[in-house]
């Protein structure tokens, strides 16, 4: 063990969160973190570590961007034939967080999750730039490649199969999962290690707030 490991921690003093802090709904609070690490100038403050697991409880995870939050969940994109797709496939179930460590702050949505529809898929495609969708075309996302250069090719051969068109369309292994959470935890930071943590959580009769113990 280096010995710079036991002794590395911060004492968390810049904000606190209470109900009265909260907006009124979780997607309005996320959104509204989301904003604020982005005007302090975090990079990619929308993204979100994703878990993922399998019938085996096998557990994965990675990062993911994401690209819509509404009353209705969290969307992010990516290829339906990857790792964390199989594992969706198969369990449904996933857990995501957002760590904006810079504002000793996380946020955690815990839910279920399923395909966004294609028009819903076909709308973002069109906002991404040509690169991204040539390289989602070009890549088989999660499996073994011999080396870069075989990538490279992948990705010249789909250059050159759209070469003639203006519009290329999403292809049909790629597109958006919609999770739709039944728990959205915000956490910040206090002194003492006696952080404020703050939870939505969904119930028969509507969205309910409580307190989590830090
Ligand atoms: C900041 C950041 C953002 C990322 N955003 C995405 C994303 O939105 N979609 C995606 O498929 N992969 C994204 N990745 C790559 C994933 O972390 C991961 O490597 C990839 O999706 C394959 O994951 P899997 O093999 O577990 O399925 C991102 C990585 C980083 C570091």
Not at 4 to 21: G, K
Not at 203 to 209: I, N, Q, S
Request: without cysteine.
């Amino acid at each position: 063990m280096t010995t710079e490991l036991p002794a590395m921690r911060e004492d968390y003093r810049s904000a606190t969160l209470d109900a009265a802090d909260l907006a009124p709904t979780w997607h309005e609070q996320l959104l509204a973190w989301i904003g604020a690490a982005r005007e302090a100038g975090l990079p990619d403050a929308n993204a979100m570590v994703l878990a993922t697991g399998d019938e085996e409880h096998r557990l994965t995870t990675r990062t993911v961007l994401a690209k819509d939050v509404d009353g209705r969940g969290v969307t992010f994109f990516t290829n339906y034939t990857s790792e964390k797709s199989h594992q969706i496939d198969q369990t449904r179930q996933v857990s995501a967080t957002f760590p904006w460590i810079a504002l000793q702050r996380q946020a955690t949505v815990i839910g279920t999750v399923e395909r966004l529809s294609r028009e819903d898929t076909a709308a973002y495609w069109r906002t991404r730039p040509r690169g991204s969708q040539l390289g989602a075309w070009a890549s088989p996302q999660s499996t073994v490649v011999r080396d870069r250069a075989a990538l490279d090719d992948l990705l010249a051969s789909v250059t050159e199969r759209f070469s003639g068109d203006d519009e290329i369309p999403p292809p049909p292994h790629w597109g958006g999962w919609l999770i739709r959470p039944t728990h959205v935890e915000f956490w910040q930071g206090r002194t003492h290690r006696m952080h404020d943590r703050m939870r939505f959580r969904r119930t028969d009769r509507g969205w309910v707030v409580e307190r989590l113990a830090p």
